[in-house]
């Protein structure tokens, strides 16, 4: 099985498939496999970064009886991973969810002993939200039949935030969504607007339905059809694998939290690191407190919007230098709501809004003990949005969002609090949410996690396989295997 089936295959086995930790045939050759330095004080190998991924591969080569030690920038684990667990409900302002294919997320929630639970009801329950155009709102009967709908006659009752995901659904020109960075389909690295365009939406429809709200990139023009047709094989996957989506009961920062206790080796927070140098077959990382560690190979799962900011001598080269400076990487921001009493009772209407306005999108959450019980709200902008709140200042946001809230839904007015404000992009060890792949950039993939002399990459930029959290994990089996010489 060479490694793409294998994590193809991997994702597919579910919960207990990858229970030894790397593939069977990997992990009979890695049980002939030599530790690559003696025991002794400096660990075999250095994982840079307590994300999931990080994690994650300091467990697989831990179990291949390697000496690992991991350092993380921030005085906590988990990274992307990170819930509000003094808030009503834990909202979750990273990771959110995992579907019934994630067959490594499964198995590593398993191994971390947390208790799951099925959560498809926080997306599946409650009316479709209301489109609000300016302090208009919309029906999607509505939508259909307004005069400033500027979609096509097919998609007049389709809601601006459906249209693009539904498009790429079902006119994506991939066959086999995992060959979406094969080289031969370089000329499909096209952006996501000429895609748009060739479907029949006008600018003005493509900026409605994308740019406002964009999954990835700013707008349309800044990202590859070929990562929406990528994300959307991988989603379509999950929709075959079963309707369920599972998270960590209590909040999903108690997995990392759980896999840490877990590790042999040493965990070092609050370690900034600002400098990784190697020389004589050894790895030295410097961090910002004057520390070094050294090991004769270093796995790094810095996002690269982070890694950016480390000097890195010898330097790297070619297209890998390029993509650890110019990989994008998602600006999202987020407001968390409560509400005194249910004003979507009061008024009637759908709790969820989508806004083309400063509001961006609200977005109920289900977070008790019973799933139709509305936990709170998560206000959230993306892209240009995301930007313009965090140039207008946490505070100067909540308040918005309250007076935007009860503008356009009274019956909310003097019941609503906004408690935090979050923004990846200000995360100074993230600087977004999750990486994307602007158009010309999908012949990265291939190059830019390959190691730099004993330096090694793992991360979910990394992965081509599987997105999002999968995507972290699928991306330390491919490092552990590197690190091993497999
Ligand atoms: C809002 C949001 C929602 C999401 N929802 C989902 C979802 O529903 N399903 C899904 O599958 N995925 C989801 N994801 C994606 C998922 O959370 C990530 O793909 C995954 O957690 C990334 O893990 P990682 O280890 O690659 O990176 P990270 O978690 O970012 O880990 C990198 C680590 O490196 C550390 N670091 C950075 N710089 C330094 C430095 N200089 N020195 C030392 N350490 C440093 C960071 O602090 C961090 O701990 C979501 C992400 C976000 C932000």
């Known amino acids: 099985m060479d490694r793409r089936r294998f994590a193809i295959g991997a994702a597919a086995f579910g919960v207990g498939a990858l229970a030894s930790g790397l593939p069977r045939t990997s992990a009979a050759k890695a049980a002939k496999a030599k530790p690559a330095a003696a025991r002794s004080g400096e660990p075999d190998v250095l994982v840079l970064g307590a994300g999931i991924s990080g994690l994650q591969a300091a467990w697989l080569l831990e179990d291949q009886g390697l000496k690992v030690s991991v350092i993380e920038a921030r005085d906590r684990v988990g990274g992307r991973i990170m819930t509000l667990l003094d808030q009503p409900g834990y909202p979750e302002m990273g990771f959110n969810s995992m579907g019934e294919g994630y067959g490594r997320g499964l198995d590593i929630a398993n191994r971390a002993g947390v208790e799951m639970q099925e959560v498809g009801a926080r997306y599946r329950i409650g009316p479709p939200g209301l489109l609000y155009m300016g302090d208009k709102a919309l029906t999607r009967e509505e939508w259909a039949k307004f005069p400033g709908n500027p979609f096509p006659d097919a998609f007049k009752s389709v809601m601006p935030g459906e249209l693009v995901p539904m498009l790429v659904a079902q006119k994506t020109r991939l066959t086999d969504w995992n060959s979406w960075h094969d080289p031969v389909n370089a000329k499909l690295d096209i952006s996501l607007h000429a895609f748009l365009r060739e479907q029949g939406l006008s600018d003005q429809a493509i900026h409605l339905a994308y740019d ?148 961006g999108n609200v977005i109920p959450q289900r977070y008790g003990e019973d799933p139709q019980q509305i936990t709170g709200f998560i206000a959230q902008a993306r892209g240009n949005l995301a930007n313009y709140w965090d140039r207008a200042g946490a505070e100067a946001v ?8 009860e503008a356009l839904r009274p019956a909310a007015k003097g019941k609503l609090t906004a408690h935090s404000y979050f923004s990846w992009s200000q995360e100074k060890f993230n600087l977004g949410d999750f990486s994307y792949i602007a158009p010309g950039q999908v012949a990265w993939m291939d190059e830019m996690a390959k190691p730099a002399g004993n330096l090694f990459f793992c991360g979910e930029h990394t992965a081509t396989g599987a997105r999002g959290l999968e995507g972290a994990l699928e991306s330390s089996e491919r490092v552990a295997l590197e690190v091993l010489g497999m």
Request: with cysteine.
């Open 212 to 359: 406002i709200a964009p999954y990835y990139g700013m707008n349309a023009y800044d990202v590859s059809a070929l990562l929406s047709e990528y994300n959307d094989g991988f989603v379509k996957a999950q929709i075959a694998a079963g309707p369920k989506s599972f998270a960590v009961k209590g909040g999903n920062l108690l997995m990392p939290m759980a896999l840490a206790k877990q590790m042999k080796g040493d965990l070092l927070l609050g370690r900034e690191i600002v400098a990784i140098t190697q020389a004589g077959g050894k790895v030295t990382v410097h961090c910002a407190d004057g520390a070094t560690f050294s090991a004769p190979k270093v796995i790094c799962s810095l996002p690269f919007s982070a890694l950016r900011n480390v000097a890195i001598d010898p330097g790297l080269s070619g297209i890998q230098a390029q993509a650890v400076a110019q990989l994008g990487y998602q600006p999202i921001s987020m407001v968390f709501v409560t509400a005194e009493t249910p004003f979507w009772e009061q008024d009637g209407l759908a709790p969820a809004m989508w806004t083309d306005g400063t509001l």
């Open 398 to 405: 909540k308040a918005m969002v309250v007076a935007r809230i």
